[in-house]
């Protein structure tokens, strides 16, 4: 299984940044792809950065040019840099994982997500 555990949001000024991190652990090597889902009131939960294990991002277009995600291999620890945040922005921001290995005695692939954190964006 892995482990997901998000630290880093908060309350900004529109124009403002935010850094926020998320430490995997446990089978990290079998993940296939890593990133940050957002889910505003009574929107659908969208993706707005990811990495595979081969180090392709994509990028929400609306992220493009504002957000970076980087990734720290050896702390199983990857990053969503947010600049120039806007009040649309705000949201609770989820990790997420896909792996691909043996859960209960299945292979397969599976989705894991963090408790998620919380990004509110002032205007």
């Known amino acids: 299984q892995v482990q997901l555990v998000e630290s880093g949001g908060g309350l900004v000024q529109a124009g403002g940044s935010l850094r926020l991190s998320c430490a995997a652990s446990g089978d990290t090597f079998s993940i296939n792809v890593i990133g940050w889902f957002r889910q505003a009131p009574g929107k659908q939960r969208e993706l707005v950065a990811s990495i595979t294990s081969t180090g392709a991002t994509n990028y929400l277009d609306s992220a493009k040019g504002r957000f970076t995600l980087s990734r720290d291999r050896a702390a199983n620890t990857i990053y969503l840099q947010m600049n120039s945040l806007e009040p649309e922005d705000t949201a609770i921001y989820y990790c997420?994982?896909?792996?691909?290995?043996?859960?209960?005695?299945?292979?397969?692939?599976?989705?894991?997500w963090g408790q998620g954190t919380q990004v509110t964006v002032s205007s």
């Open positions: 997420h994982a896909e792996a691909f290995h043996s859960n209960g005695g299945v292979k397969g692939l599976y989705n894991y």
